[in-house]
């Protein structure tokens, strides 16, 4: 089968009201109100290489650690951020903002070509000298994504010749050859970077640095952290200690191509399976390739939240043990979500398989928007799946990294929607888009009308400048059960999908049309009972939607008290009134009685009245009234 690529996103129009509304939200609001918290803060500044530099806003941790060593990333992010907001829209104003932090950075940039504004400002001397806690190749790769998104956007190359000119400071200070370091980041990220760069440029170099990182990362006898420790620090007690004792935090306790458990760091890990599953593609390497599936596969079938949330604990911001998923307590940090997503995107381009697009489609609509507020100025940073109405949204965060991620996702949506092939297309995602793409030589415009994920009533324009035969490949998504197709009025054997996929091969014509229809009746989901702290729940799900209660719909106390009968029939009701238009689930439910119950134990069990429930994507929680809120309902046996 032809290998499939997506189609950028500059070419895919956002036509449906869903995705329309998020990315107004995100060019009016959240990109310019992302600008003013970063001058607020002083990140911006800190381009400016201040001397003598100010005190330290977030001061270091007793292991030595400050979150302002990344605050390039956070200026990189944000570039980008707004170069995907200005391909939609040009904005003077932005355009000038990100100039002026270009100008900074290029006026920072060391002689050699070193560009990280921390030590360049603060230990100018110790360049290089922790790379396992002090992200300076992290810093490089968001800077580098923000200069290749500003390029492919504008033009213009100012930026990514400053990164270019940093870039071949690093390729000269680390590899394998005579006087290199053979060192890697503890945090990755400029691995896809690299990546991106080298699909802009075709210069084989920077695939060359990225193999070589993805390559050297856990292959080392004496670690290369504990090298550069000795370095630094020399042996013995007076050694600070490491900000995690273990390898694994940083995915590099041995070769990646042996890793078979998805351990450490949640964003960590995403990034650097983002960056296997391109070189597996780029390289056609199979023992790459096939690591990726195995961790998939891991990840998956044991460490996933319903929502698609990623990493339970908080402690290490990420992974634990198999089937642990605490509710309340859920880390699942945004930009794990977003980053799972990259990751997803790689994995169906190595393979066009559903199981992939599925699980992108997840975190897109749940564990990555949940971080993002409906009036696009409030985030969360941890997306926990139950609240006892304490956790609300942050303006902004000591470690912004979530908001500009999620900012930078939803600005560059589209180029998840679709893909193509010398023979074909593929859709992957609904929701109402228009792209010309070229397929076999062949002009097509292609125009996806719908009103998903509210509906999956799906309708599809074909139109080739001439008539040409290709494939057309609609996915099918893994919940969705008796989906209808028509091509043209006549109807099509919906059910002969391959790895998620049904292929329409004809010869189109313009006017053709596709109808896809996809039923999205809410369905209950049940946890693995190895998933302890989801025993005797059921959370409620609709299309790719996972819902919520949350207590400004139920009122009466909070939403823990509810028990959703196994018989209660699931109605979808819409409330165009709800968040400018939404579809909320509504049930017969018990309630839990506390108003006769004076003790704290007693031998008789609480009332149970009955009741109603409401439920809401639960994308949408946390934008009203603050309160309790729940995805795993307790269930009832009988009504
Ligand atoms: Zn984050």
Known sequence: M???????????????????????????????????????????????????????RFPRHSNGFTVQVFWDSDVGKWIEAASYALAHRRDADIEAKIEAAIDDLEKAQAPDGYLNCWYLGREPDKRWTNLRDNHEMYNAGHLLEGAVAYFQVTGRRRFLDVMERYLDHIYATFGTGPGQRRGYDGHEEIELALMKLYYLTGERKHLDFATYMINERGNQKPHYFDIEREQREGGGDKRQPYVFPNYEYSQSHKPVREQDKVVG???????????????????NDDGLKRACEVLWDDV?????????????????????????LPNQTAYAETCASVALIFWAQRMLHLDLDGKYGDILELAMFNGALSGLSRDGEHYFYANPLESDGTPTRWEWHTCPCCTMNVSRLVASVGQYFLSTAPDGVAFHLYGGIASDVEIAGNRVSLREVSTYPWSGDIAIHVDPETPAAFDVKLRIPSWCKGAKVAVNGQA??????????????????????????????????????????????????????????????????????????????????????????????????TALDESDFQQLYRTTPPRENTSNLTAIPYFLWANRAQGSMVVWVPEAREC
């Open 492 to 589: 099509v054997d919906a059910s002969e999908t391959e790895n998620g996929y049904l292929t329409i091969h004809r010869t189109w014509q313009k006017g053709d049309s596709i109808a896809l229809d996809l039923p999205m009746p809410p369905e209950r989901l049940y946890a693995h009972p190895g998933v302890i702290m989801d025993a005797g729940r059921v959370a409620l799900k609709r299309g790719p939607l996972v819902y919520c209660l949350e207590e400004v719909d139920n009122p009466g106390g909070r939403v823990q008290r509810l028990k959703l009968p196994r018989s209660a029939e699931l109605r979808v009701e819409n409330r165009p009134d709800l968040f400018d238009g939404i579809v909320a689930l509504k049930a017969e439910a």
């Open 2 to 56: 032809s290998r499939y690529a997506p189609v950028p996103f500059p070419q895919v129009k956002l036509e449906g009201q869903f995705w329309h509304e998020r990315l107004d939200t995100v060019l009016d609001r959240t990109v310019p109100s992302q600008h003013k918290k970063l001058a607020e803060v002083g990140i911006l500044d800190s381009l400016k290489l201040p001397n003598p530099p100010p005190p330290l």
């Open 265 to 283: 760091h949640a964003v960590r890990a995403m990034y650097l399976y983002t960056a296997m599953a391109d070189l597996a593609a780029e390289l």
């Open 300 to 324: 998956m079938e044991t460490k996933m939240y319903v929502t698609a949330g990623l990493g339970p604990s908080a402690h290490n911001e990420g992974f634990t043990h198999d089937f642990d």
